[in-house]
């Protein structure tokens, strides 16, 4: 990952979260005080409040540095080689009777130490 991160002029990086912080709070508060308007409006403007937030909160160190990580990480998942249909099915069967036979083994067990307090108790 590249440490390097630029710190231009402009705002403080405080101000920018406060801003950010503050659009997304306003939004949400806006969202539910006017309820009365269209349901659709009120979602499309909270999703553009939501994206001038992402985009501020994005202009500081920090959300540099978080939006290089999802650039990285998207590259990595893209040299996954992932299985085909058949090794899933295959893979899925296998958990499924693995998981049916510690379950039946766990059930003897449970019924055998059952039948041994009782033996006990008695």
């Known amino acids: 990952m590249n440490a390097h991160v630029e710190t231009g002029g402009g705002m ?18 806006g969202f539910y005080y006017y309820a009365d308007y269209s ?17 501020i909160a ?13 650039r990285e990480s998207r ?4 040299k996954v080689v992932w299985p085909n249909r058949k090794e899933t099915v295959q893979t899925t069967g ?3 009777a693995l998981v049916t036979v510690v379950a039946l083994l766990m059930w003897i067990i449970d019924g055998l130490l059952s ?5 006990v108790m008695a």
């Open 12 to 29: 403080p990086d405080g101000l920018k979260w406060f801003a950010a912080s503050a659009l997304l709070i306003a939004a949400l508060g």
């Open 39 to 55: 349901f659709l409006l009120r979602v499309v403007v909270l999703l553009a409040v939501i994206v001038a937030s992402v985009a």
């Open 58 to 70: 994005a202009r500081t160190a920090t959300g540099r540095v978080a939006w290089e990580f999802i």
């Open 75 to 78: 590259t990595e998942v893209r």
């Open 94 to 96: 296998v958990i499924i």
């Open 115 to 119: 039948w041994i307090v009782r033996a």
